[in-house]
């Protein structure tokens, strides 16, 4: 292609060149009448087949993503939803030792009465060695290991679930860590530092979102519900 490109290009600017040159070097002539007829072979473009254009103005803006709020190390990513109430997670993108980006973590609140109190997805390369899975551990805490779950052009995703006690670990401590093994290099390891600076204050204003959610939501429903019991009346 890039080939194709290199003749094609030079082609067309000695197209042009050309064109320029000869109205520039053509004897003059006079103008033909306004209603004499087009030469044989001549190509019309009357201005009614030209397009003119319009303004392009900004949509409404829906399943966009936006930066919700930082909180130090933390992001919340959110995307915009035509209900007002949107979605949330807290994100931050982890680097390695040379600051490349390599992998992200995003957290966010189950609801309650389940086993798990957050859910955590994390992507790493393409290039990971997905039989020795992913460690996660809190400091110097004890490590546990998870599978990925799938892998898409993206990267390779683990799908998480944290513990109440987990959760609490998190809150507590300063830095996370996340292992992966590169597939090109099995014998290797890649830690990846997950800071923690801003998570208590990030994950309490995703749980402060959701509950206001679920309050709107209730309370529509309840007016809602008044209404066609009025009407009904």
Same mark, same amino acid.
């Given at each position: ?30 103008? @033909? *009448?306004? %209603? *004499? ?22 949509? =409404?803006?829906?399943? &966009? @993503?936006?930066?919700? +709020?930082?909180?130090? %190390?933390?992001?919340? !990513?959110?995307? !915009?939803?035509?209900? $007002?109430? %949107? ?5 931050? #993108?982890?680097?390695?030792?040379? +600051?490349?980006?390599?992998? /992200? ?7 309650? +009465? ?10 790493? @390369? ?7 899975? #992913?460690?996660?551990?809190? =400091?110097?805490?004890?490590?546990? !290991? ?12 683990? !799908?998480?679930?944290?513990? @109440? /006690? &987990? ?17 090109? *290099?099995? %014998?290797?390891?890649?830690?990846? =530092? ?13 749980? =402060? ?5 679920? *309050?709107?939501?209730?309370? $529509?429903? &309840? ?11």
């Amino acid at each position: 292609m890039r080939q194709a490109l290199k003749i094609v290009l030079p082609t067309l600017a000695i197209l042009l060149a050309g064109s320029a040159f000869a109205q520039t070097e053509a004897p003059a002539t006079e103008a @033909p *009448a306004a %209603d *004499a007829a087009p030469a044989e072979g001549a190509v019309q473009s009357p201005a009614g087949d030209l397009a003119l254009g319009e303004p392009v103005t900004g949509g =409404d803006g829906l399943g &966009e @993503p936006y930066i919700g +709020g930082e909180f130090t %190390d933390w992001v919340l !990513r959110c995307v !915009r939803t035509d209900t $007002g109430n %949107d979605p949330c997670q807290l994100y931050q #993108l982890l680097r390695d030792q040379e +600051g490349n980006n390599v992998a /992200e973590i995003s957290l966010f609140p189950l609801p309650a +009465g389940g086993q798990a109190e957050a859910g955590v997805t994390i992507i790493t @390369p393409l290039e990971t060695l997905l039989t020795e899975q #992913l460690l996660l551990r809190v =400091d110097e805490g004890q490590p546990k !290991r998870y599978p990925f779950t799938f892998c898409s052009a993206v990267g390779c995703v683990a !799908r998480i679930g944290l513990v @109440p /006690e &987990e959760v609490e670990g998190f809150r507590r401590g300063t830095m996370a860590q996340v292992r992966i093994v590169p597939a090109a *290099a099995p %014998d290797q390891e890649v830690i990846l =530092d997950v800071s923690l600076a801003g998570f208590t204050a990030g994950f309490q204003a995703l749980k =402060d979102g959701i509950a206001k959610a679920e *309050a709107e939501a209730g309370a $529509g429903a &309840e007016g809602a519900e008044g209404g066609a019991t009025d009407g009904g009346n």
